[in-house]
Nanobody, 120 residues
Framework: QVQVVESGGGLVQAGGSLRLSCAAS????????MNWYRQAPGKGRELVAR???????NYADSVKGRFTISRDNAKNTVYLQMNSLKPEDTAVYYC??????????????WGQGTQVTVSS
């Protein structure tokens, strides 16, 4: 059974930093792209950052220059370093991983989410 588990959320003042982690465990061949999404109250889920297996990254315009996504393939883990946090970054942050289950099958897994609250 595959699990994707986030950690590292919490309450921080504006201007502060947090580091989120997400680890995938279970039986699979490898992990393709790993992504961070977020959903603020009353809003839809939005893509925050994406990283390919090779390390190519993409960011939402709202977080460019403040957030950094990275991954450790040996640990099946992706990180999101969030600096210069703003109140509008307050949301539940979700990890998403595309897992190669076998040479023919790719499955999409989501974590349970971790709350990030930025106070002004």
């Amino acid at each position: 059974q595959v699990q994707v588990v986030e950690s590292g959320g919490g309450l921080v003042q504006a201007g502060g930093s947090l580091r989120l982690s997400c680890a995938a465990s279970g039986i699979f061949l490898s992990i393709d792209a790993m992504n961070w999404y977020r959903q603020a109250p009353g809003k839809g889920r939005e893509l925050v950052a994406r990283i390919s297996r090779g390390g190519s990254t993409n960011y939402a315009d709202s977080v460019k220059g403040r957030f950094t996504i990275s991954r450790d393939n040996a640990k099946n883990t992706v990180y999101l370093q969030m600096n210069s946090l703003k109140p509008e970054d307050t949301a539940v942050y979700y990890c998403n991983a595309l897992l190669n289950m076998n040479p023919w099958t790719v499955k999409n897994y989501w974590g349970q989410g971790t709350q990030v609250t930025v106070s002004s």
